[in-house]
């Protein structure tokens, strides 16, 4: 199966902050492409967020954690400057800050984020910045139901925050979760399950990752599987696609009431080949042919 490198974090925390710090850990591993390094950022005797911060940078990403318990009550420009912003600054090393509680840091430290409370906001706006990338995909235009809010939240907590299955009422919402939460997958993908074959949505879906399958149906799917799996991709299945879920690090949405017709070349060859009768157009079949020969031939994206 194909793995990913995984962006390692180094947290620097104070050892009374190991619950906040372990609850973050868990929450950026569960939804990002990330390593937590938490059992070597919490500051040992001896220790301080300046050294912690300088350990930090054998890692991608160095996020400190203030807080009561790590933050001194007198604390200089001179003795923090250089290891949290000019040091970093000049090795290219990306870093953070997060403020555990009310204690009040140097206003300058920037990025920061606010996790008083372990607030989800908060998790989700620390992992928008490890992640510093979106799905590209457009949603069909629908109409935004306001009413939505609610539904959103308990998707973004099923399917954002972790991988996951759930499921919509209707195309509409499904959409309006996509442009919310883009920020948290890879790519997403629509498919239009209704009354169509696996070797279809097989097809469909190749085409949509730059994939060219070869193979029978099984081994197709498992290439895909593979393929899918160390990714954070979110799929839309409308209208049927239950047996058409992937494991992995992969979301997917079960939308019972579809969109839309979606356009493009492998759908509409697919549909005019699969309706075609001895009334067809026979030069249209042709042409649905050649297409659907060009696209399966087209190489690895």
Request: proline share 6%; with cysteine.
């Amino acid at each position: 199966m194909q793995t990913l490198i995984r962006t390692t974090v180094f947290p620097c925390y104070a050892p009374e902050d190991r619950a906040t710090a372990a609850a973050l850990a868990e929450f950026l591993e569960r939804g990002a492409d990330v390593q937590v390094m938490r059992e070597e950022g919490e500051m040992r005797p001896g220790e301080d967020l300046v050294s912690k911060a300088r350990d930090a940078r054998t890692a991608d990403v160095a996020l400190v954690l203030f807080s009561r318990n790590s933050i001194p009550p007198r604390w200089p420009r001179a003795q923090w400057e250089d290891a949290l912003v000019n040091e970093p600054r000049e090795e290219g090393v990306r870093i953070a800050f997060v403020r555990c509680d009310d204690c009040n840091p140097p206003a300058v430290l920037q990025p920061r984020f606010e996790l008083s409370g372990l607030r989800r906001a908060g998790l989700r706006e620390v992992k928008r910045w490890l992640r510093a990338r979106g799905a590209s995909w457009t949603p069909p235009e629908e109409p935004r139901d306001l009413d939505h809010a609610g539904y959103l939240e308990d998707l973004g907590i099923a399917l954002a925050d972790r991988a996951g299955v759930s499921t919509a009422a209707g195309a509409g919402l499904a959409y309006e979760f996509a442009r919310e939460y883009r920020e948290d997958f890879d790519e997403i993908f629509r498919l239009e399950c209704g009354g169509r074959s696996m070797a279809a949505l097989a097809g469909d879906l190749a085409t949509q990752l730059g994939l060219r399958l070869e193979g029978e149906l099984d081994s197709n799917l498992t290439r895909l599987a593979d393929f899918c799996g160390p990714r954070r991709f979110l799929f839309l299945l409308e209208e049927g696609g239950a047996d058409f879920v992937f494991g992995g690090r992969c979301s997917t949405l079960l939308v019972e009431e579809p969109g839309p017709p979606a356009q493009g070349e492998i759908r509409a060859a697919q549909s005019a080949l699969a309706h075609a009768d001895a009334a067809s157009d026979w030069d249209e079949i042709c042409h649905q042919a050649r297409t659907g020969r060009r696209l399966h031939a087209m190489p690895d994206g």
